[in-house]
């Protein structure tokens, strides 16, 4: 579903024998991949998440898996109540809708102790867990075929990126580097980091806060076996991206988390290495949405991430 289509009632009929009778349905956000509303019913409010691009069903049930064992174990998470099926085809997930801030205030030390301190207390609670996630490992994710090159070549616009003449250049770093990174994540020291069921995406947007406290854990479509400071370098990501960070900030999130879990010195000296292997990540899925014509390419974006991850080189 397009993100310019707003979501009806009627296209929810569907849903109506498992929430109550259907009131309002309003649009409350828009991410990078999906779309965010909330539904009042006769029972009560929901909150929907609708994805902008295609989505497959048995990643969205391992979703739900995974955050059944762990909503049960640990009640900060949030859990994926029903999957349905729109008119067009498209997916949707329903959640309990939790009250919360309108935004996560990066700048309250005790909310961020507290972001840090609600990841750890996941982690605990998906040590054990060893079902089906809905993305593929690490490593694998890293993966770029040769013809990836040719393929974004077939499909941009030169015109599109006439602005930056290192564009081409920047497409082959980025792919390059995927695939050593890749490789790396086989071999020590990553192999021996503690791994488990990593949230993915763990990051204020997923974050539900209320009086300084995260009292929810959404959006667990992401959800991979990887090494756990995968999840503690996605919150600092977008931490030290914040225009005031300082870094102090960053100490009140890792105090938090090391107030349950203590991190090894090799784990806080890879965070770097993990925080650009998200910008790595993110690079290769908008060069996979430009070839199966989902988007045109952000080469700015393009640029920023070559910008960002070029440290691996060294």
């Known amino acids: 579903m397009a993100a310019s ?67 049960e174990e640990n009640h900060t998470i949030v859990p994926l109540l029903y999957l349905d099926t729109l008119p067009n085809g498209t997916y949707v997930s329903v959640f309990p809708f939790l009250d919360a801030d309108p935004t996560f205030d990066l700048h309250n030390e005790q909310l961020v102790f507290s972001a840090g301190q609600a990841l750890a207390e996941y982690h605990v609670s998906i040590a054990e867990y060893e079902g089906k996630l809905p993305w593929e490992t690490l490593p694998e994710s890293f993966h770029s ?18 602005e930056y003449p290192e564009f081409w250049h920047a497409v082959e770093n980025l792919l390059s580097r995927l695939n050593k990174l890749g490789k790396q994540m086989n071999e020590e020291p990553y192999r021996s980091l503690p791994h488990l069921s990593c949230h993915g995406d763990y990051a204020p947007a997923n974050l539900l806060a209320h009086h300084e ?37 960053s100490s009140w999130f890792l105090n938090g988390y090391q ?48 910008r960002i991850t070029s440290k691996l080189n060294d």
């Open 145 to 162: 075929d040769p013809e990836d090159m040719d393929e974004l070549k077939m499909t941009i616009n030169e015109q599109s990126i006439s």
């Open 213 to 249: 406290k995260v009292v929810g854990i959404i959006d667990f479509e992401c959800c991979r076996r990887a090494p756990r400071v995968l999840d503690l370098a996605s919150f600092l990501q977008a931490l030290q991206e914040d225009e005031g960070y300082e870094a102090s900030m």
């Open 5 to 71: 289509k707003e979501l009806s009632l009627t296209d929810l009929e569907s849903v109506e024998n498992c929430v109550g009778s259907l009131l309002t349905v309003t649009r409350m956000s828009s991410g990078y991949s999906n779309d965010n509303y909330i539904l009042t019913t006769s029972q009560g409010k929901y909150r929907l998440r609708v994805p902008q691009y295609s989505n497959q069903l048995d990643q969205l049930i391992a979703e739900q898996t995974v955050l059944k064992w762990s909503s």
């Open 259 to 306: 107030s349950t879990i203590t991190l090894s010195e090799i784990e806080l000296e890879l965070i770097p290495v993990f925080q650009m292997s998200r910008s790595l990540e993110a690079a290769k899925r908008h060069f996979n949405r430009v070839i199966q014509g989902e988007h045109h390419v952000h080469a700015g974006l393009v640029m920023y991430w070559d």
